[in-house]
């Protein structure tokens, strides 16, 4: 009996591994053949699996796919089929074509999101209608008026950062800009989302333990993609085995805990407390408005949005101002334009204007263009999936239900478009074909996934580098070269390198 179950048991064994080989060799045959796709031109090992993604982005580099993409289009023209069931394009003129759809519910691409492991978050929403609503929640915070009133709040954080940056030079310290900005830029967000700050700028470290945790999350992001399950393993895992396997997973689920922490404070002050404070509190209102129903107003979903949208504003908005800061700096004679007219402009330094004032000075709003032209933002493509019909581009059919996008960093850095695209050239916005350029100005997205907070980033790059450049108008680069400040990872945002002793950009005055 023993004899007979044990080739039974061997029997059925050789045919569930036949079967599996089947099931994959014949996978393989329709997605190579048989597949919406099968025609368009790329390498073949693309076609059959998203890990080939997942070579240049975690198992053989780090965060390296977004930038093969060049080389995949240099071979295969401006179209390439990059995994299973999705196309990259290559073409600026195509940019605002695809994404400004306005007849068409266009979904978010489940699979290239998922690394971001909160699909209840606004960003990340996959679904059109979905997505639609919890927007329609949070623009109001985000207009230009509402934004306007915010300022005082920016503009107290920025003073905030000029007074650490006094105690520094006046000690000949230097300032790690990287990370100060990037903690100002966490106090002002979560000031916004949460009604308190984490005073970031007040820490020893100007914020790089912060950064550090966070940094880890962005890493983790492409394993994230290929096993969307992954997160779910790490919070399962006791903290000692996590601390000793997987240290960068820890630094995120910490990260998890503390803005649950900040959204369950403020969703239990009292309103009367609430109405007491100068400025709205995103959260909060939100969660005691009708704008969303009910399930959509729970302690765990307004955390998630919390955590993501405090993620997404902070990481860009510290990434620009660090461009900003580096392209002015390392060239004098665009320095010494900048400090000329901001002083011209505003006699008393400790009296700065508001953005509305500071956006209509020709010279820093060339600055301000040509960050976000340099800067990028998201570096990673905006993949996207129309489900009800097929989107032409040239003579070619995407079909309906395979997904398509575009990294806006090959508008952006487009040679034909703007020629030295690593130099910060403000001149490209002051002559006769500023105005034509600002069309592919796409730093922000387009469409009805624009970013959100795009008036707040904005207001925080003029009154934040304003104020840094009037202030401090002998500030020199220390210890800062270009191989520091370039972008040489996506993590859907283009990150500099971050390492063991290294700072970033520093300065000195």
Known sequence: MSALASSLSGSAALLALA??????????????????????????????TTWYEGWYDYLWLQGKFTFHLADLHKK???????????????????????????SAKIDKYEYYYSMLGNPEATFPTIAHETHKSRRAALAPFFSTAAVLRFQPVVQRVADRLCSRMRTALAADEP????????????????????????????RPDWGRSFYGAWRGLWELSPLIRQIPGILAVFRWTPRW???????????????????????????????????????????????????????ERTFKRLAVDGNNILAAGFETTGNMLSHMMYGVLSQPAVHARLCKELENAIPDP?????????????????????????????FGRLSRVNRSSAVRYGDWLIPSGCAYGMSPLYV???????????????????GADAKRLEHYLVSFGRGPRLCV???????????????????????????TGPEDVKAIYDYFGGMWRFEEGSDGLQVKG
């Open 453 to 479: 907070g795009m008036n707040l980033a904005n207001a925080e790059l003029y009154v934040v580098g304003a104020a840094v450049v009037r202030r401090f108008p002998t500030l020199r680069l220390w210890e």
């Open 241 to 295: 085995l996590l601390k000793a396997t997987n240290p960068k997973a820890l630094e995120v689920l910490d990260m998890e805990t503390q803005t649950d922490a900040w959204t369950a404070r403020l969703l239990a002050t009292p309103e009367a407390e609430i109405k007491k404070r100068p400025q709205r509190t995103v959260l909060w209102e939100v969660a005691h408005s009708n704008a969303l129903p009910a399930e």
């Open 412 to 430: 952006l850095w487009d040679e034909t478009l703007f020629p030295d695209p690593g130099k910060f050239d403000p001149e490209r916005w002051l």
């Open 350 to 378: 400790e009296s700065m204007p508001n953005s509305q004032v500071l956006e209509k000075l020709p010279y820093l709003n060339a600055v301000v263009k040509e960050t976000l032209r340099q800067g990028v933002g998201a």
């Open 76 to 102: 295969y023209g401006p179209i390439v089929r990059i995994g299973p069931n999705e196309v990259h394009i290559k073409d600026p003129e195509f940019f605002s074509q695809i994404y400004t759809m306005s």
């Open 19 to 48: 079967g599996l080989v089947t099931y994959v060799f014949a996978g393989a045959v329709y997605r190579l053949y048989f597949h919406p796709l099968a025609k368009f031109p790329g390498p073949k090992i693309a076609a059959l």
């Open 175 to 202: 300032i790690p800009l990287f990370f100060a900005f990037r903690g100002l830029t966490v106090d002002i967000v979560s000031e916004y989302l949460f009604g308190a700050s984490p005073d970031i700028l007040e």
